[in-house]
């Protein structure tokens, strides 16, 4: 990508949103990706001053939070990721905090960016109902049963939606992420 180290997000502000558990370059990549293009990228998560990522089934690195999920404001961020790995969003899906979080970026129309397991918070935030969506092929289904139109691409963009299936997908997934943001059409209802 031609934006790498360059400021063609500068002013941005980006929250991913995990927790222990979550697959770590699913986070990992994108917030390097993001912050080389010159965004200001947060971690924010529900408690723990670090959550701890996984390398498929195998336990990887420890990533310092800058945010309680309690005390992040969804009107201070420009775009919202949610990476996946399987224990991550099976805990946020069940925190009202976190699921309130995503619902505000729905709202205001924001980017929201979800890759892997990570739309299954999407479901719990009751944000998919007639949306094109993609995701690793173990949630299909559930996605289909919450009213997504389910399509097998490395990366959908819906409106302020984006989805992506796997790790593999992960240029195409920041590459969508990064436009949207430099085109300004993550602000379209908020501004």
């Not at 089934?57 to 939070?65: E, P």
Request: with cysteine; proline share 4%; charged share 25%.
């Amino acid at each position: 990508m031609s934006s790498h180290g360059s400021n063609v997000l500068a002013n941005r502000k980006i929250a991913i949103l995990a927790t222990n558990g979550f697959e770590q370059s699913e986070l990992e990549n994108p917030l390097n990706t993001l912050k080389d293009a010159g965004a200001v990228v947060y971690v924010v998560a529900p408690d723990g001053d670090t959550i701890q990522g996984m390398k498929h089934d195998k336990k990887g690195d420890s990533f310092k939070v800058d945010i309680k999920l309690e005390s992040a404001d969804p009107h201070d961020f420009d775009a919202l990721i949610l990476p996946g790995g399987v224990a991550n969003p099976d805990t946020l899906r069940t925190n009202k905090k976190a699921l309130s979080f995503i619902q505000s970026f729905s709202t205001t129309d924001k980017c929201i960016a979800a890759i892997c397991h990570g739309p299954q918070l999407l479901i719990n935030a009751e944000v998919i109902k007639g949306r094109k969506m993609t995701s690793v092929e173990a949630i299909r289904k559930d996605l289909e049963n919450a009213g997504a139109q389910w399509e097998d691409k490395e990366v959908i963009v819906d409106g302020n939606l984006i989805t992506s299936r796997v790790p593999k997908d992960l240029d195409a997934f920041n590459h969508a992420i990064t436009e949207m943001l430099r085109k300004g059409e993550h602000t379209r209802k908020a501004a």
